[in-house]
């Protein structure tokens, strides 16, 4: 029953999700009916407590990054440097080869430790206007942002910055650079696989005559650019290099300004304690945010006319589109919680571990625990706190090194979190103005792909022995 109760919280929320409902509102419908069902006396304490605690915990660190993330984006698009980029784009690669360039820029972003969330608003303007003249459906930017940010990148490629190759570390004794070959090996296999799948689509929505649709009747349309000439494709590319640059700059430079903690006194009167920050727990968002700063500020420079001209009502629309994205994002991160501490997910933990192949074994737990929870930094971190000691020591016995561990668990993790009611999905697809129905397809298709890479992987290591 207990198993029943979790699956059917899960269940319901993807419904609603993929049927268009609010996620802010039915996450915690979900998450407190679960409660309600395994023990009523919990669900006033699990709101309070856990629910919301979790979800503010991610507001208070995350939605500085939605709302810089939007704005930047919304400046690229006023300054008409997204236009820009599209022309050259078009010039060098074709109009055919739309999807490749934006999976590519995605690519180039997330690699670069730019976080996923950002990376969806600032490349929307860019994916809208190129899609747009090369009269590819709308519907299919999402998928193509997916693959370009969601995959090879975030966990897959050795050394990416991205929390879900970071998290392993600690647990495998590793570094981010671990299992090199078969990262890459992985990496490749989701870039190929998942562009043939792409163009497949384009061709066939060519083929029926569907073109990029009537931007009067779609939603969250960038505007068009009315600042007269367009600007020279590599100034208007400098603004997401210095992004890129700055996070790394700001990840180095912060723990060596601060240190290992900072404190402060927040009282000019009385002898309130001193507020002390543990800087490595924040030391990436901070570096994030400063980045973003960065490419704010470098676009209005460089196109002070165009931005100042429409940044009022501009920035309102953006943050309004952060407001939403991040709450839907933070409400899935208190389901997760509540859903991690309800008898039922030690059942579900608990037959995992059942399956006897050490590395499918933890593929299979990862990416199942990151699919319960939306989240897959969350499901891993779940995941491998609970067993990575099994992990380890099947792993010992079988002979298979830290790093193969490191690798899968990794990938694995970016497999089929991607669920309807995972944050980043229900972030995508809110960024972009379209509905699961329209696009969902698309993500979960690529979503298969990722979890494929994983057993690739896996055949991989068995039949070569290459790490």
Not at 370 to 384: D, F, K
Request: hydrophobic letters at 55%.
């Amino acid at each position: 029953m207990d198993f029943l109760i979790v699956l059917g919280a899960l269940a319901f929320l993807m419904f609603v999700a993929y049927r268009g409902y609010s996620v802010i509102l039915f996450a915690p419908v979900a998450a407190l009916g679960a409660v309600l069902l395994s023990d009523p006396s919990l669900v006033a304490p699990m709101f309070t407590g856990l629910f919301m605690d979790k979800m503010v915990g991610f507001l208070k660190l995350y939605f500085p990054v939605f709302l810089l993330g939007a704005i930047f984006g919304k400046v690229i698009e006023l300054s008409g440097f997204s236009k820009a980029i599209v022309a050259a784009t078009i010039k060098l690669f074709g109009a055919s080869r739309a999807m490749l360039s934006i999976v590519m820029v995605c690519a180039l972003l997330t690699y670069g430790g730019v976080s996923l969330f950002v990376v969806v608003f600032a490349v929307y303007p860019f994916a809208a206007e190129l899609f747009r003249q090369s009269d590819i459906p709308k519907r299919l930017i999402p998928g193509t942002i997916a693959l370009g940010a969601f995959t090879f990148t975030m966990d897959a490629l050795p050394g990416t910055p991205q929390i879900q190759n970071i998290i392993p570390t600690p647990f495998f004794g590793t570094d981010t650079w671990a299992a090199p070959w078969l990262g890459t090996i992985g990496g490749v296999f989701i870039l190929i696989v998942g562009m043939s799948y792409l163009e497949w689509r384009r061709r066939v929505a060519l083929k029926a005559g569907e073109g990029y649709g009537d931007p009067a009747k779609l939603l969250n349309e960038p505007a068009e650019f009315t600042g007269g000439k367009l600007a020279n494709p590599m100034l208007a590319i400098l603004p997401l290099i210095l992004v890129g640059v700055s996070n790394k700059l700001f990840t180095n430079w912060i723990p060596r300004y601060y240190g290992e903690s900072h404190s402060f006194d927040p009282a000019v009167i009385g002898t309130n304690a001193p507020v002390v920050q543990q800087i490595s727990s924040v030391v990436a968002i901070w570096a994030v945010e400063g980045a973003l700063l960065v490419g704010i500020l470098s676009v209005i420079a460089f196109a002070w006319k165009p931005v100042i001209t429409s940044f009022a009502v501009g920035t309102k629309d953006a943050i309004s589109g952060a407001l939403l994205a991040a709450m839907n994002t933070a409400s899935e991160y208190g389901f997760g919680a509540v859903i991690a501490a309800l008898p039922g997910f030690l059942i579900v933990a608990n037959a995992l571990g059942a399956i006897p192949n050490p590395l499918v074994n933890e593929a299979i737990t990862v990416t199942a625990l990151a699919g319960i929870t939306g989240s897959a930094s969350g499901g891993m971190s779940i995941a491998l706190a609970a067993m990575s000691e099994t992990f380890i020591a099947n792993a010992n016995a079988a002979g298979i090194p830290m790093e193969v561990l490191h690798r899968v668990a990794s990938m694995a993790s970016g497999g089929m979190d991607t669920l309807p009611h995972n944050g980043a999905v229900i972030t995508l697809l809110a960024v972009t103005g379209l509905t699961h129905r329209q696009a969902y397809k698309d993500i979960f298709a690529i979503t298969i792909i990722k979890t494929l890479a994983v057993m690739v992987i896996i055949g991989v290591f068995y039949s070569t022995g290459i790490v």
